[in-house]
């Protein structure tokens, strides 16, 4: 895998492919970040990706997938999508500052726009506002959350609390203190201690979790 950028977003990315097990090369042409990810990443190198020449160079065009992170500046985010569209890589993961920024890669050739800041925003607020835990939204207003259970649904099993036909939503499975996740069935009964795994539209999903 081949990540540009050991900002943030970029190095994360590429910390999370190793402890993965993934290959991966990373360039950055802040000598300071390179020094910082050399002893923890595969691969690091100092280079410009904007140059499509240094690219070439260090082999960039036989990887199949790139992550670009670079967002601190528009013209050099572009610049690199452009080099590596050229360059024939596949698959191409870009961070995106603004929408006007990933309309823009969308058309050059990236086929995975990323909006890391947005979409921190947007879970946090999911997250502080009810009694979710995790939040996982779709592009079509479909979403799956982990969260504690309501009052209404302690102590009786999912047929008896009726969630579905109340809420519009669908308990996916329960998890017990110390025990496997399991997936939710008509006699799976809630306890206090439990979490919920929980699937439906996103307003649904909202209504449901602010129940006290």
């Known amino acids: 895998m081949l990540v540009i950028g050991l900002g943030r977003f970029g190095s994360s990315t590429a910390e999370q492919l190793v402890k993965q097990g993934r290959e991966v090369l990373a360039i950055e042409r802040d000598r300071t970040l390179v020094q910082k990810w ?56 870009v961070k ?28 946090a607020a999911h997250l502080v506002s009810g009694r979710m835990l995790d939040f996982i939204e779709f592009d079509d207003d479909f979403a799956i959350v982990k969260m504690y259970p309501p009052r209404e649904t302690v102590g009786f099993t999912l047929d008896e609390s009726q969630v579905r036909s109340k809420y519009g939503v669908t308990i996916v499975g329960v998890k017990s203190p110390g025990e496997d996740f399991t997936y ?29």
Do not use: C
């Open 96 to 123: 995106a500052i603004t929408p006007s920024h990933g309309k823009i890669l969308t058309r050059i050739g990236a086929n995975h726009v990323i909006y890391p800041e947005a979409d921190a925003g947007v879970r």
């Open 38 to 93: 050399a002893p923890l990443l595969t691969h690091v190198v100092e280079a410009d990706a904007t140059n499509i020449d240094a690219l070439r160079q260090l082999g960039a065009q036989e990887f199949s997938s790139a992550v670009v992170g670079v967002g601190t500046s528009i013209e050099s985010s572009v610049l690199i999508t452009v080099n590596l569209v050229d360059l024939g890589i596949e698959h191409l993961w």
């Open 184 to 212: 939710a069935r008509p006699e799976t009964k809630v306890s206090a201690r439990d979490m919920l795994i929980v699937s439906g539209h996103v307003d649904l999903l909202e209504r449901f979790a602010a129940r006290p």
